[in-house]
């Protein structure tokens, strides 16, 4: 038996746009909440959210069978992260602070068994392999990892050429909050100088053969990157969707009791 087909990449892959939402609560329980909305990934954040590799974990637990394909966010590109999240049972893995293709050819290689990678063939005892009982794992597994890396920084972007020739990069991901700090803007993606480079890399990306993809937090903002081409799509983060609505709740009884 080959490993789990992977729909996320093979949407991707053939051009489909993929609607998405981030997910910081670090929970299975919130998480599952989130899948019940339909959208087609569900990020599983490592890298600002309190995660570790419990709680990822759990949370694919969760995901496993319904509709929201889990896209696994490391909290920085090193092989033995990648290889861990991997082994638990993730295939799409996002990383952030991608700046040279030599990074990116590194995360290949650590996404990818031998002869292609390094990735150590240990599933046998892994999550990913049902603990042995997909025997064609090891062979298999190469063709449905996804790998998508975050360009978020000047020297990113000056790179970005160079990251698109990368064979096995599945996309690229704008991170506009890092991408805006690292331009001079603290807090302030839609600075237009930052729009200006969020607009052409979406541009550059999608007439690659990589996915672009990237996170909107404001109806404006994420109307504007679907409009300039983004493919995978992020419209929310879930702890942000919760505690406005928390705010507004208080606030309209405050205001009336
Ligand atoms: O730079 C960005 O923007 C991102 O990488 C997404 C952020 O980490 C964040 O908004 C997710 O909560």
């Known amino acids: 038996m080959p490993a789990p087909h992977n729909p996320f990449k093979a949407a991707l892959k053939a051009g489909k746009k993929q609607l998405g939402v981030w997910s910081s609560f670090a929970h299975p329980y919130p998480i599952e909440m989130v899948a019940t909305a339909g959208f087609d990934w569900v990020v599983i954040d490592g890298e600002h959210a309190p995660n570790d ?3 990822i974990t759990s949370q694919l637990q969760v995901l ?8 696994v966010r490391i909290p920085t590109g090193n092989d033995w992260l990648v290889k861990q999240v991997l082994d638990a049972g993730a295939q799409t893995v996002l990383v952030p602070m991608v700046d040279t293709a030599e990074q990116a050819k590194a995360l290949v290689r650590a996404m990818r068994y031998p002869p292609h990678g390094i990735r150590g063939a240990g599933a046998a005892g892994a999550r990913a392999s049902l603990f042995g009982a997909i025997e064609d794992y090891v062979q298999t597994a190469n063709d449905e990892v996804c790998l998508l890396v975050q360009v978020e920084t000047r020297l990113g972007m000056e790179n970005l050429d160079a990251i698109l020739d990368v064979e096995g990069v599945d996309g690229v991901f ?6 805006a700090a690292d331009m001079g803007h603290p807090g302030n993606s839609a600075a237009e100088d930052v729009k200006a480079a969020i607009k052409d890399m979406l541009g550059r990306i999608s007439e690659s053969d990589k996915a672009a993809g990237i996170l909107g937090v404001s109806q404006t903002a994420t109307q504007e990157y679907a409009d300039w081409g983004a493919q995978f799509l992020a419209v929310g983060v879930d702890v942000g969707v919760f505690a406005k609505a928390m705010r507004d709740l208080e606030g309209h009884w405050r205001a009336r009791i």
């Open 53 to 55: 590799l419990q709680t």
């Open 64 to 71: 496993e069978g319904k509709h929201s394909h889990a896209v």
């Open 174 to 179: 704008i991170g506009p909050a890092d991408l």
